[in-house]
T-cell receptor, first 114, second 111 residues
Framework: GAVVSQHPSWVICKSGTSVKIECRSLDFQATTMFWYRQFPKQSLMLMATSNEGSKATYEQGVEKDKFLINHASLTLSTLTVTSAHPEDSSFYIC??????????FGSGTRLTVV | DAKTTQPPSMDCAEGRAANLPCNHSTISGNEYVYWYRQIHSQGPQYIIHGLKNNETNEMASLIITEDRKSSTLILPHATLRDTAVYYCIVRVPPLGDKIIFGKGTRLHILP
């Protein structure tokens, strides 16, 4: 079945630095990918929709200059958290549309900013 | 997309059938019902989907009422590994548009 690989699975960074998270579709082409953020005990919150070859569409309240999304190929989308702060610590998840199954999700990235 | 309503939490004894309800009274004729689950610290996992007929796969069964206003996900023999948050989502294919997740049902399987 369709697999989405997300890396890294966890990362710890210092406040003020930037972190890049990769999301790859391994056996299919993903024209559209989605990025979510999840805080403890809460549901997934959609951050942005990433379209190959064009600018991402951000949800209301999500800072596009802070959360940079690049979808340069049909198999790779990246999320860069710039100038990270402790409040950016969260679980980040990507997904891609895959036909009848709907969506396949990455395994998530646990970001801790210290 | 139609709005869904799920109980916030449920308990089920290990080995018994877990029946998770979902209300989607505003579902339109071309919207499918999808179920996903999220085990702690993992990405969501697809379980099953259906339009109006009952569906069964190796993971679960989906029972959709005749008026399509509600559905039930059935895990026939729940195990501890089925402890997760279960999300019911209604959508119109073809897919490619965003999914907005509700709060889901937190299922606890009790030993």
């Amino acid at each position: 079945g369709a697999v989405v690989s997300q890396h890294p699975s966890w990362v710890i960074c210092k406040s003020g630095t930037s972190v890049k998270i990769e999301c790859r579709s391994l056996d299919f082409q993903a024209t559209t990918m989605f990025w979510y953020r999840q805080f403890p005990k809460q549901s997934l919150m959609l951050m942005a929709t990433s379209n190959e070859g064009s600018k991402a569409t951000y949800e209301q309240g999500v800072e596009k200059d802070k959360f940079l999304i690049n979808h340069a190929s049909l198999t790779l989308s990246t999320l860069t958290v710039t100038s990270a702060h402790p409040e950016d610590s969260s679980f980040y998840i990507c997904s891609a549309s895959t036909g009848s199954y709907g969506y396949t999700f990455g395994s998530g990235t646990r970001l801790t900013v210290v | 997309d139609a709005k869904t309503t799920q109980p916030p939490s449920m308990d089920c004894a290990e080995g018994r059938a877990a029946n998770l309800p979902c209300n989607h009274s505003t579902i339109s004729g071309n919207e499918y019902v999808y179920w996903y689950r999220q085990i702690h610290s993992q990405g969501p996992q697809y379980i099953i989907h259906g339009l109006k007929n009952n569906e069964t796969n190796e993971m679960a069964s989906l029972i959709i009422t005749e008026d399509r206003k509600s559905s039930t996900l059935i895990l026939p023999h729940a195990t501890l590994r089925d402890t997760a948050v279960y999300y019911c989502i209604v959508r119109v294919p073809p897919l490619g548009d965003k999914i907005i997740f509700g709060k889901g049902t937190r299922l606890h399987i009790l030993p």
